[in-house]
């Protein structure tokens, strides 16, 4: 089956535009996470939605918002971008929101580059 | 505060010799512990997880073992193979984590034939 879908692979945006990131999760699963990851800095938890409903949020500014369709599709919005808004972008999805096997699906991200 | 930390940004080691990569947490609430990998341009795959009801979870070439008292995890590889270079992330998730991981820094670690 396919696997977590992410699009825009690559995009450059220049500071204080806005960007839009899309995800399309492994068909049957309802929870969607994204997470930023950054050089050194490991992967950052963003937000996780389940049933259109934001079950959890990283420590991110407001800049940063998601949300979840009836097709369990999600995406993300920055705001404002800034320099250090630089990263790649991974969205996972996993059957259902917790864990029983804890495994999340990885998509392949999608890099962002600020200018 | 970072409450996963792989202190080793790097490891290289022979093929067909074991490859140990190590983890430490500071969040008591942590019970369940996840090894991640990941090759470059694509997204972590899962690798191998444990529970904190266990001291060791094996599948294949590759065991996990997790030390509690000491909030220490590590991976062991063996025998190590030239397709196992990747960079691996330990990750961590508690009761009411959700789908949340938090994640350490990384591992690079290279397989030399």
């Known amino acids: 089956k396919a696997g977590v879908t992410q699009t825009p692979r690559y995009l450059i945006k220049t500071r204080g535009q806005q960007v839009t990131l899309s995800c399309s999760p492994i068909?049957?699963?309802?929870?969607v996470s994204w997470y930023q990851q950054t050089p050194g800095q490991g992967l950052q938890f963003l937000f996780e939605?389940?049933?259109?409903?934001?079950?959890n949020k990283g420590n991110f500014p407001g800049r940063f918002s998601g949300r979840q369709f009836s097709n369990s599709r999600s995406e993300m919005n920055v705001s404002t971008l800034e320099l250090g808004d630089s990263a790649l972008y991974l969205c996972?999805?996993?059957?259902?929101?917790?864990?029983?096997?804890?495994?999340?699906?990885f998509g392949e991200g999608s890099r962002l580059t600020v200018l | 505060d970072q409450q996963v930390k792989q202190n080793s940004p790097s490891l290289s080691v022979q093929e067909g010799r074991i490859s140990i990569l190590n983890c430490d947490y500071t969040n008591s609430m942590f019970d369940y512990f996840l090894w991640y990998k990941k090759y470059p341009a694509e997204g972590p795959t899962f690798l191998i997880s444990?529970?904190?009801?266990?001291d060791k979870n094996e599948d294949g070439r590759f065991t996990v073992f997790l030390n509690k008292s000491a909030k220490h995890l590590s991976l062991h590889i063996v025998p190590s193979q030239p397709g196992d270079s990747a960079v691996y992330f330990c990750?961590?998730?508690?009761?009411?984590?959700?789908?949340?991981?938090?994640f350490g820094e990384g591992t690079q670690l290279t397989v030399n034939p």
């Open positions: 939605y389940f049933s259109e409903t934001q079950r």
């Open positions: 990750a961590a998730s508690g009761e009411t984590s959700g789908s949340r991981l938090t």
């Open positions: 068909s049957g699963h309802r929870s």
């Open positions: 996972a999805s996993s059957l259902k929101a917790g864990f029983d096997t804890g495994e999340l699906f």
């Open positions: 444990i529970s904190s009801i266990k």
